[in-house]
């Protein structure tokens, strides 16, 4: 009967840890980031990228929506902006359709798979700056970050949070 239990919970582990990533890879180029982009935008244009990173900004237009993203590298099992590494930039992503930018606000993590258009100058507060720009194919909005993930509270070591 252990023994059972114990083939049953090394096979859920297993099953846990073969979960595939959200979006596809084939023919992404896993190369270019946003920063490459931003320097040397000739040539970009139409090539498949995989990006992410921390929402700083969402505007619904009148047909699509446009999000700005602090880019992050991204995991590469799970296709997770890493934040706790340096950030390559800003870019900005378009989105056919309405998204509603209560859910798509300010701090989520995003990853999105997408072509390259080009860049565009935009201002972040006073300063100008050039964007890259990418049209979204597939995207994945990442759950909000729970009190343990960002590190609020103080921890003693053996399961006691105190926190404000």
Known sequence: MVVRVLYSIVFLLALVGC?????????????LTPRDVKDH????AGRTVLWGGVIADARN???RTRLEIVA????????????????????????????????????RRFTVRADVQGTETGRI????????????????LW????????????????????SN
């Open 125 to 140: 507060d006073e300063a100008e700056y050039t964007f890259p720009v990418v049209q979204a194919e597939a995207f994945e």
């Open 19 to 31: 979960a595939s990533a959200p979006l596809e890879t084939e023919g992404v180029d896993g190369g």
């Open 143 to 162: 759950p909000e970050r729970t009190r343990r993930e960002r590190g609020s509270g103080v921890n003693f070591g053996f399961g006691i949070i105190l």
């Open 61 to 63: 237009l009148p047909e």
């Open 72 to 107: 992050y590298p991204l995991s590469q099992r799970t296709q997770m902006p890493d934040t706790d590494a340096a950030s390559s930039g800003r870019f900005r992503v378009y989105v056919d359709g309405y998204l509603e930018t209560a859910v798509y606000g300010r701090g």
């Open 41 to 44: 935008p000739e040539g970009a």
